[in-house]
């Protein structure tokens, strides 16, 4: 079904039916995992073997509830998160647009590195930082050519590859499934606080929550009667993060435990070296490609979603103070003016000028990072920034999902607030710890 069919669609009845419209979850699920989740995995699964088990599988439960929350607010309401930000006052707007200009520069260059490391060890050839041009240009292109439907299934089949390289890596490391069964047991060894904390607040959480609802807009989905199959396309897309986190923590757990990794990307490359000296070249090569699997959606994923929130953006701080909760997603539509009766238009967005604008932001000026050590100020405020955003996602969606903002039948329940209640406490104290490592 191509957007417009769906357009013109009413929300799918049965299972059947409802599965194959699975995407926009899959996709920002897959695009919040990069290649330091998967380092913060391994690290964890080396020091403390299953025993936070537990621990991935919160920090999945928690991040559903926070994207299903995403998901409702744009159903709901009938408008983006960035109208809703607004209408919640000048201050949600300046803070989320000082974040991600500041963001965007410096996860550039992060992002196109943890592509060019595993193109570097697969093909050899070039150093690591010109296989990272080379990333973030083809993703340039391929981002501002695509259309969203062509765009969903290609990152499908990166999310289908690495979920079956990496889970296929686990089972080749045959786990003792007693004591996996035993990691589901909520335990604190001594020294775990921190990797308890990174495993539920970290992995599979960004700004590209935030940008789900755009691309359900894009699927053609308007309205609280597409609720429940946002829900199971969110569950979906968590489900498959959640597995693939577990499967990362048993190949860390069982080749690397009780070695001192250091957290950073090149961790990953010690891994496939263990994979190849125990197996054969072939399971470092099958690990490698599940690696660039994974850095590639994420850098494709948020090249897409991080530039139509930053699209959206430009269009919410022109508004007259007030107004965002008259014109909602409606505006977004008439500006770029192609749009149909459903409202937002993805296409429209997407050859947008700050779409296009942020795309370039993200791709250009990071390449000169990947020359030179981060410059240490710059470094310091992407990290305090980085640490406030997610409980300033939770927190102002408990603010909006539980106001008359929207309708009553897109309101949180008592489980909604409670999830959501969690998830903001933990990514507060995650913040509190983040200042005082920095500045304590």
Wanted: net charge positive.
């Amino acid at each position: 079904m191509t957007t417009s069919d769906a357009r013109t669609a009413s929300p799918p009845i049965g299972f059947g039916a409802k599965v194959k419209q699975v995407g926009p979850g899959l996709l920002a699920a897959a695009a919040g995992v990069g290649a330091g989740d998967l380092v913060a995995t391994m690290v964890a699964g080396a020091r403390f073997g299953t025993v936070l088990l537990w621990a991935a599988v919160l920090g999945a439960v928690l991040k559903l509830a926070l994207a299903e929350g995403v998901g409702r607010w744009h159903l709901a309401s009938g408008s983006t998160l960035l109208d809703g930000w607004r209408r919640l006052g000048r201050w949600a707007t300046v803070f989320f647009g000082v974040y991600i200009v500041i963001w965007g520069f410096v996860y550039g260059a992060t992002a196109m590195s943890a592509v060019g490391l595993p193109l570097n060890a697969l093909f050899g050839g070039l150093d690591v930082r010109y296989w990272a041009m080379i990333a973030g240009v083809v993703g340039l292109v391929l981002v501002w050519l695509q259309r969203y439907e062509i765009f969903e299934k290609f990152i499908t089949v990166l999310v289908l590859i690495k979920f079956v390289s990496v889970v296929s890596v686990a089972f080749l490391v045959a786990p003792d499934l007693l004591d996996l069964a035993g990691g589901l047991v909520p335990r604190l060894p001594d020294g775990s606080v921190v990797y308890v904390l990174g495993l539920i607040g970290g992995v599979g959480g960004t700004i590209t929550m935030a940008a789900y609802g755009y691309w359900m807009i894009a699927k053609g989905w308007k309205g609280t009667g597409w609720l429940s199959m946002m829900r199971l396309d969110n569950a979906v897309g968590y489900t498959m993060t959640a597995i693939f986190v577990i499967a990362m923590l048993i190949v860390g757990a069982n080749l690397l435990l009780g070695q001192d990794l250091t957290e950073n990307d090149r961790g990953l490359l010690v891994l496939g070296a263990e994979l190849g000296t125990r197996y054969g070249d072939w399971a470092r090569i099958l690990f490698l490609v599940g690696f660039l699997a994974v850095t590639t959606t994420s850098l494709l994923g948020v090249w897409n979603g991080v530039s139509l929130l930053f699209a959206d953006w430009t269009r919410t701080i022109r508004l007259p103070h007030g107004a965002a909760a008259e014109v909602g997603a409606e505006s977004l539509r008439t500006e770029h003016s192609t749009a149909t009766e459903t409202g937002y238009e993805a296409r429209a967005a997407e050859r947008s000028l700050p779409f296009r604008a942020y795309l370039v932001w993200l791709t250009v000026p990071p390449m000169g990072l990947l020359f030179f050590d981060r410059p240490f100020a710059l470094t310091l405020v992407y990290g305090v920034l980085g640490a406030a955003f997610m409980p300033f996602l939770g927190i102002t969606l408990m603010m909006l999902l539980n106001s008359k903002r929207i309708a009553a039948d897109g309101r949180s329940s008592w489980l909604s607030n409670v999830l959501l209640g969690a998830a903001s406490a933990l990514f507060v104290v995650l913040l509190v710890a983040d200042l005082w490592n920095r500045f304590g």
